[in-house]
């Protein structure tokens, strides 16, 4: 990079005989501290605030190394204006405001050209290709004892919070461990997601077996029901460590072995099923990194074990997750290595979800004719009707999921009126038993209503998502929640807005 001529020159040096003195060079802003920023965090420590940004960062999805020495620089004025994983947080953290009410600069006056429009998503650091992935060690190596004694949170001292009422003081120490991000949440919010993680005991409880037999078989795929059944209903905050347990129980009993090779191909199965169920409740609760790698476990099952169901199903997830994490170009690719894992499967219903996943990272790609081409192709797929040889995981794939889905992608290229028909006809088109897609259907209704310009209807939409938080608890839909609420804050006055808001802002934090 060419230095300035500022830089380049000595003092000693006359100026440039063709600089005009009514042009001089403009001289160097002073730095200003940012008085907003700095009344925005209040009582805290910058090191107490720090720790709210990680928190918040966690809550979205984001992984930002935020410390006092950070927030000192941005109080001095030394940030400007934060990067876009920053920036992120902080409108998450203080929805309704912009970057200017933090005090920030534009983006384009920091670095001397135009903002972009829609900020590209920050890269993750330490992904590379999925072909050059190293598969993690599975979980199996960590004992055969099912560790629920390991959930128990011990005794740290807390730090401060927003509220320093005993109850934000016990979940501080919750934060203190690595399992805190979901199940705080669960903790602070209560109802039925919390108790239905005991549902998940019986599976985690029992030690491995010297050697597995069929009932072990079995207890792995009841397990893989049973997770799925408690996501469909009450969605993944809460469900995601209890369920870590069965999965190293599962693969503690395929390390044990087995005396016959339909048992040991069942567990085999069963264990890469239980990985993809635990990894979409962390993808669905915001922990991408570990969504990741648990899928990536049950690739690397299905590849030794030879399961090409197994290998299209991690593949299926691997799309959506790259998807979802601004990564569209490999959600692309992930969905046409999973079609090929699945044409010798002899199930169009499974080709056409994975038609949709294809749609989704076209449409992330801004490929209007790609995602239009494979959404064809995935509703001629879909309209072939079920067959027997349908996987047992496709349950949730319906009428209403292809709908859902669809509205994903128009929503996705920015075409809001569409992406609301289809969110609307996804909504009443879902079976009463899968609480957490009609909460997920209606958020994505109510998003699409607002950047569409129907705040009324956007807002009575979100109303029905919020009554459904006690029952549903995924930080997919809260983070939909909260956006809608940011989209919607400049149309109070409309017809039920300002209700709307209200609720919203009086959930509880991480809600």
Known sequence: MASSPMASSSPSQEPPPRE??????????????NLAFRQARGRRSPGEFAAAVRRAAREIGERVSCDARYIGRVEAG???CPNYAYERVFLHMFPGRTLADLGFAPRSAVRGRAARTTPPPEPEPSHRPLASQEFPQHHGTQGSQAPLESLKSHQTTPSHEFDPSPEVVEIEQYERHEESDVRRRAFMTGGTATVATASLTPFAAAPAAAQAG????SAVEEAVRRIRLLDDRHGADGLYRRAAAPLRTAFALLDAGTSRQATADRLQAGAGELAISVGWLAHDSGRFDDARSHYAEAL?????SGDAALEAH?????????????????????????????????????LSLLALREAGGWAGLGDRSGCDRSLVRAQSLFDSGPSDADPEWMTFYGEAELEGLEAQCWSALGDWPRAARHARRAAALQDRHFTRNIALYTAELADDLARAGRPDEAAAAGTQVIGLLDEVQSSRIQSMLATTARVLLPHRRANGVAAFLDRHGALPRGV
Do not use: H, K, Y
């Open 300 to 304: 690397a099952t299905a590849r030794m």
């Open 78 to 80: 030394e940030i400007r």
């Open 314 to 350: 991690a593949f299926c997830n691997t799309a959506f997750l790259a998807r979802d994490a601004g990564r569209p170009r490999e959600a692309v690719r992930a969905a046409q290595a999973a079609q090929r894992a699945a044409r010798q499967l002899g199930s169009p219903r499974l």
């Open 214 to 217: 069929e009932a072990e078989a």
């Open 20 to 33: 005009s003195p009514e042009s001089p060079t403009p001289p160097v802003a002073p730095v200003a501290p």
